[in-house]
T-cell receptor, first 113, second 111 residues
């Protein structure tokens, strides 16, 4: 069974550009989460989808970040326009139930120059 | 709000036992997880505690005291491959069961 996959693994863009990160959760997992790890700091919660609905988006830093999960399968996280402080590793995780363990993807490393 | 504290780094010797402590504060506690993360890889699940006491799984054990807001991860018979970051994470049911992570403890296992 395939795990959580994320694309791209690494993206380098200039300040002001747009980047879209994609996450494919484990098949059948209704719960999908986005997290971000900035260098040296903890993995911070961004938002939680249950199927296609946003259950909790309290961790989204500002309106430059837009997450979608149309059809309740894969999810995208778009950063527009990107700023220097957006650099970090963006992790996606999925779980079968909201109370279950998280299965993480390997992350998308974003570098904003 | 939520707050999770764990040591930044620890060093231990191959074959020894190491205990990684974690203290937390959260308003809607709904379970505590430990994850392992090797450099450049995805965090992977190690253990889960929701009731007080010790959960044992092979060389790894995790303990929880809800009244003290305290957990530890115990690693026995350390191997070189155990060198990794260990993330303490608390599930908070406020707003819908999100999992909040500590900054992680980097464990170095030396020969």
């Amino acid at each position: 069974e395939a795990g959580v996959t994320q694309f791209p693994s690494h993206s380098v863009i200039e300040k002001g550009q747009t980047v879209t990160l994609r996450c494919d959760p484990i098949s059948g997992h209704d719960n999908l989460y986005w997290y971000r790890r900035v260098m040296g700091k903890e993995i911070k919660f961004l938002l939680h989808f249950v199927k296609e609905s946003k259950q909790d988006e309290s961790g989204m830093p500002n309106n430059r970040f837009l997450a979608e999960r149309t059809g309740g399968t894969y999810s995208t996280l778009k950063v527009q326009p990107a700023e220097l402080e957006d650099s970090g590793v963006y992790f996606c995780a999925s779980s079968q139930t909201a109370s279950g363990e998280l299965f993480f993807g390997e992350g998308s490393r974003l570098t904003v120059l | 709000g939520q707050n999770i504290d764990q040591p930044t780094e620890m060093t231990a010797t191959e074959g020894a036992i190491v205990q990684i402590n974690c203290t937390y504060q959260t308003s809607g506690f709904n379970g505590l997880f430990w994850y392992q993360q090797h450099a450049g890889e995805a965090p992977t699940f190690l253990s889960y505690n929701v009731l007080d006491g010790l959960e044992e799984k092979g060389r790894f054990s995790s303990f929880l005291s809800r009244s003290k807001g305290y957990s530890y991860l115990l690693l026995k018979e350390l191997q070189m491959k155990d060198s990794a970051s260990y993330l303490c994470a608390v599930r908070d049911r406020t707003g819908g069961f999100k999992t909040i992570f500590g900054a992680g403890t980097r464990l170095f296992v030396k020969a």
